[in-house]
């Protein structure tokens, strides 16, 4: 080595040296900022109704991680809610709780409208809260037939009406159907009909918003591991359904979250007045 290489290498290696503790410490700050930094704002906002539990809670945290600021929506579980926002915010994210019966008109009017003054606009709905009671056909009562029509047809008529008014140029909105509209099984008439109802209302929907770039789309998911699937089913009944799915498995609410959030992102606009099925195979 030329006196002249070893000069200019000591000088490299000297200052390679000195920068040495500064490169530790961005590093060590590079990996505290991605820890603490949260999700990346994509300046969206996105409305889900019953998300205070279930696929609802999956679906507005993993939203809020693609960088949704999101509203979360509960009935009575103010404290789930609460904790779904928590989280979120934890997390780095933006949301806000908003107990509305999503049966009730003026209700679901409200919860937009405290959705926009805290986001100033609403460019996904997912129209997720429903409730699910069995019985057959001759036993079922009047009470738990008319909270289904009121919660998962009328309520969601409501949510997708007033998504249809209010939701920005490229939205999405999408409706919870259920594969039971293919499955059929006993006991489920009445609540597989209300389920239905979601892909007539998506379908139409994504018609009727011709030329403003919103898609509108139902998910119909299979059996998914929540107590409005599991409460009141015995061990064998559980068992029996996660027999005939090829997975052999329960769906997990992450796994319809997912399906939503790709459906919200940018590579999906061309998927509209379509129903997903998304059940393991179990139709
Ligand atoms: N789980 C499954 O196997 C399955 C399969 C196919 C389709 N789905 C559909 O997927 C959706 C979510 O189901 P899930 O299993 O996650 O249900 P879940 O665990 O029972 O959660 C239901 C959510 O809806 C909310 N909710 C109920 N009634 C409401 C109302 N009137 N107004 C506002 N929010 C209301 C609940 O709020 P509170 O906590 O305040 O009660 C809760 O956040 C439903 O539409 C369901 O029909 C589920």
Redesign the pocket.
Known sequence: MSDSESDSRRRFLAGAAALAPVMAVAGVAAVACAQTQGPRANGKVALV?????????ATAKRLARDGFAVAV??????E??SAVVDEIKAAGGRAIWVQ????EADAVRRLFDETERAFGGIDVVVS?????RLAPFHAMSDSDFARML???QK?SFFVLREGARRVRSGGRIIA?????TQLRTGTYGAYAAT?SAQEIFANVLARELEGRQISVNAI??????????TDGKTAEQIASFVQRTPHKRL?E?SD?ANVISALCGDDCGWVNGQTIFVNGGIV
């Not at 109704?49 to 809670?57: D, F, L, N, P, W």
């Not at 509305?100 to 049966?103: Q, T």
């Not at 119909?220 to 699937?229: D, H, R, Y």
């Open positions: 109704t019953g998300s205070s539990r279930g696929i609802g809670a929506n509960c009935v009575k579980n103010r789930l809610a509305a019966d999503v049966s997720n809260a429903g409730v699910m009121d919660v998962n309520g919870l159907s259920s594969s039971i389920k119909a998911p299979g059996v998914v591991n929540t107590t409005l699937f769906g609410p319809i």
